[in-house]
């Protein structure tokens, strides 16, 4: 077992032990520290001892090499040699015999901090979990005031690697109940939720976070803690943070509640955050990438490459002034999204201009899948479908985006039979992979087979019930096809309780009202969703019922703004087909 191997500073060249020894004098364990007069050098036994030593842990006898080291430690008071006796019994896989050393250092040194580090480490690494309560307490009460609380944040990264996350959340909160209702009552319950976290104690965790913010409302601790658990199962995490954002928050925070909401699929709210960054704190760059990539989502070119413009200069003025090379994978992602733009308006040679600037081998795949889609985008399909097999898989996400990739290629060009059949067989391989199984619904429903898309999508709901995505489809494919509507409700209404604010869902729910008969709850319902996310195909939507409602003009100012946002959505061309109408 490694014992935490490289978390050991490692000692391994005898002169340097020698220099340890001789820079002290010969003195009793415990003994008070004295200076050592001028001419002190060290006596001949223990320089002999200290080679012995180090020549026996050479040849592999660790055990009296460590035994050796251990007892010049002693003789001396040398923390050097001390940590030496440790990495030789945790390079030999003698962790009690670490310990040992640890704890003989401790009481020796006992206002020594790296002791007691070494002490907590191996009890964790040694699983002996509840002799580390003694450990964290003098951890936290050797940090200065000023770092106090930085400290308890820390703690829960000393479990890193313990397997039982659960004794070491309990182990933690005695360590920390001095601390839960005194000026550090914020970071400590923050330390704990964090553990009761990892521990996949989601409720308890929430209850730490609520704690913590009831004894500091502007710690951001509690705050980061609710972040991590937002989640239509834990609604109340979201409420501590909206309670943060009240005041005056960090733009970190809020840049990171942003992203929160990003995953959440509430691009609208997202953005709202992001805008409020950038508008309080311009230089940020980070966060006008975050900007352009949602404004380039909702196909506003303009306004993206906006963005993501500010974004690389204010990169390069960061690297001038630091003269520090920037992360390349911001970068890059910069660069496929203003690629992205540039094949949006068929300027091919500048989409190609932007891959170029791209370096970063971690982004090879999607660099080659974008000019692949460049290479569809003027009829070379076969091209394209080479150049995305041909590319490397350094890792199996390298291969899980070649294939989606492929997918989507075949997808935007109408080849759907292609594209199905490649899904089959993925999902042949790999029939928990719910997310292409979804895919090979969706499919299966523009090749006009129903009844495959539903299987499939049962299929998902019976191994995955939290998949809300698959009661979704199902319910708007009923509702589109204007069949068993009271089961398109429940489903579409069982998605909107796993996600509340995913306005796609909305529109599935509107569009149920709109076959049902109820125009105004529909035109209530399509609003409410494409003010959230001004989207082509809720435009499809929401101007047909006002198209219906004989409100002429405003269904063609919506269907006019959902053209500009996406020409090509088969849904909105559908329904203008149908209804005969030229916006």
């Not at 520290?33 to 842990?57: C, I, K, M, R």
């Not at 009296?64 to 040699?81: E, F, H, M, P, Q």
């Not at 839960?180 to 989601?202: C, D, P, Q, T």
């Not at 997918?407 to 029939?431: C, F, G, H, M, V």
Request: glycine share 6%; charged share 25%.
């Amino acid at each position: 077992m490694d014992y935490y191997g490289s978390m050991f500073p490692r000692l391994r060249l005898l002169p340097l032990l020698l220099t340890a020894a001789l820079s002290v004098h010969a003195q009793q364990p415990g003994s008070a520290p004295v200076t050592p007069p001028a001419s002190s050098v060290l006596d001949g036994e223990l320089f002999y001892q200290l080679l012995v030593g180090e020549f026996s842990t050479q040849r592999g006898e660790a055990g009296v090499g460590y035994s050796l080291i251990l007892d010049a430690a002693r003789k001396t008071n040398d923390a050097r040699l001390y940590q030496r006796s440790i990495d030789i019994a945790l390079q030999s896989r003698a962790g009690d015999s670490a310990l040992q050393a640890a704890q003989a250092w401790k009481q020796a040194q006992p206002g020594s901090r790296d002791a007691n580090r070494y002490v907590l480490q191996i009890l964790i690494g040694l699983n002996r979990l509840t002799e580390t309560v003694e450990p964290l307490r003098r951890e936290v009460a050797f940090a200065e005031a000023k770092d106090r609380a930085l400290t308890i944040i820390t703690l829960p990264r000393y479990f890193a690697r313990s397997s039982d996350k659960k004794l070491a959340a309990e182990m933690l909160e005695q360590a920390l109940a001095e601390h839960l209702k005194n000026g550090m009552g914020a970071a400590a319950w923050s330390a704990i939720g964090r553990m009761r976290l990892e521990s996949g104690n989601e409720a308890g965790a929430l209850e730490a976070a609520r704690r913590g913010q009831v004894q500091d409302p502007r710690a951001e601790g509690p705050v980061l803690l609710a972040l991590a658990l937002m989640s239509p199962q834990q609604a109340g995490a979201e409420a501590i943070v909206r309670k943060y954002m009240e005041g005056r928050p960090l733009v970190e925070v809020r840049l990171a509640y942003g992203r929160a909401l990003l995953d959440a699929q509430r691009y609208a709210e997202a953005g709202s955050q992001v805008q409020i960054v950038t508008t309080e704190k311009p230089d940020y760059a980070e966060a006008w990438l975050i900007r352009g990539t949602l404004e380039l989502q909702d196909n506003r070119l303009d306004l993206a490459e906006r963005s993501l413009n500010q974004f690389l200069d204010l990169m390069q003025s960061r690297r001038g002034a630091s003269g520090v090379e920037e992360p390349s994978r911001a970068l890059a992602q910069a660069y496929l999204s203003l690629a992205h733009i540039a094949e949006q308006r068929k300027d091919y040679k500048l989409a190609e201009s932007w891959l170029g600037k791209i370096s970063s081998p971690e982004d090879m795949v999607r660099t080659q899948s974008r000019r692949a889609g460049i290479l569809a985008r003027q009829g070379r399909i076969d091209e394209a479908r080479e150049l995305i097999r041909n590319l490397p898989e350094r890792t199996p996400a390298d291969a899980r985006v070649k294939l989606s990739s492929e997918i989507q290629l075949l997808r935007d060009n109408k080849l759907y039979s292609q594209a199905y059949e490649l899904l089959a067989q993925a999902t042949q391989r790999d029939p928990k992979d719910y997310d292409l199984l979804y895919d090979q619904a969706t499919l299966a429903e523009k090749l006009g087979r129903p009844e495959e898309m539903e299987r499939l999508l049962r299929r998902i709901i019976a191994e995955k019930p939290e998949y809300h995505h698959a009661y979704n489809a199902l319910g708007y494919s009923f509702a589109d096809r204007n069949v068993r509507l009271v089961e398109a409700r429940q489903l579409i209404l069982k998605a909107l309780e796993f996600a509340p604010d995913d306005p796609f869902i909305s529109d599935s729910l509107g569009w149920v009202e709109f076959r049902e008969g109820n125009k105004a709850e529909a035109l209530r319902v399509l609003q409410k969703a494409y003010r959230a996310r001004p989207d082509a195909e809720i435009a499809a939507h929401l101007g047909e019922v006002l198209w219906s409602m004989g409100q002429r003009e405003q269904a063609l100012s919506v269907w006019r703004e959902g053209l500009q946002l996406n020409a090509a959505n088969e849904t909105l061309v559908e329904t203008l087909k149908r209804l005969r109408v030229k916006p």
